[in-house]
């Protein structure tokens, strides 16, 4: 853990390469202490069935949520939320000025209790950076 999900309107993809949006995400998130590397995930999901707003079809939306075990400070939460969606803004600020773009963030911290996982893939950076 962490997981970042970014959904968004496919009709973005008009105006932006997404595979950039990831790896922005990504490397911002790398950077920050308190979001592991060996946990982190970044995926994106296009939506194509989607209204906004007045259902125009020059409408289109970017929401990224951040899923989180518990533990970490509220100061620590803010601090990682304003990071990435500083990241996320100055990345469409270019398409702020000419299309109809909703952006949001989200942080959600999950029930420790109700989550399973299983991952090896700490012990593959491991033996990577060793070889």
Same mark, same amino acid.
């Given at each position: 853990?962490?997981?970042?999900? %970014? @959904?968004?309107?496919?009709? %973005?993809?008009?105006?932006?390469?997404? &595979? /950039?949006?990831?790896?922005?995400?990504?490397? %911002?998130?790398? /950077? %920050?202490?308190?979001?592991?590397? $060996? $946990?982190? &995930? #970044?995926?994106? =999901?296009?939506?194509? *069935?989607?209204? !906004?707003?007045?259902?125009?079809? /020059?409408?289109?939306? =970017?929401?990224?949520?951040?899923? !989180?075990?518990? $533990?970490?400070? /509220?100061?620590?939460?803010?601090?990682? $939320?304003?990071?990435?969606?500083?990241?996320?803004?100055?990345?469409?600020?270019?398409?702020?000025? #000419?299309?109809? !773009?909703?952006?949001?963030? @989200?942080?959600?911290?999950? *029930?420790?209790?109700? &989550?399973?996982?299983?991952?090896? !893939?700490?012990?593959?950076?491991?033996? &990577?950076?060793?070889?």
């Amino acid at each position: 853990m962490p997981h970042l999900t %970014i @959904e968004y309107s496919k009709n %973005i993809e008009e105006n932006i390469n997404v &595979r /950039d949006l990831v790896k922005v995400m990504h490397d %911002i998130a790398a /950077d %920050i202490d308190a979001l592991p590397l $060996g $946990g982190l &995930r #970044t995926r994106a =999901v296009a939506r194509k *069935d989607f209204l !906004i707003a007045d259902g125009h079809d /020059d409408n289109t939306f =970017v929401n990224v949520a951040l899923r !989180i075990a518990p $533990g970490r400070s /509220d100061s620590v939460k803010k601090d990682a $939320g304003e990071r990435l969606f500083n990241a996320l803004s100055k990345f469409f600020e270019p398409f702020w000025q #000419t299309d109809p !773009i909703a952006l949001s963030f @989200e942080i959600q911290e999950l *029930d420790a209790e109700l &989550r399973w996982k299983k991952s090896n !893939i700490r012990e593959h950076m491991k033996a &990577r950076s060793e070889a």
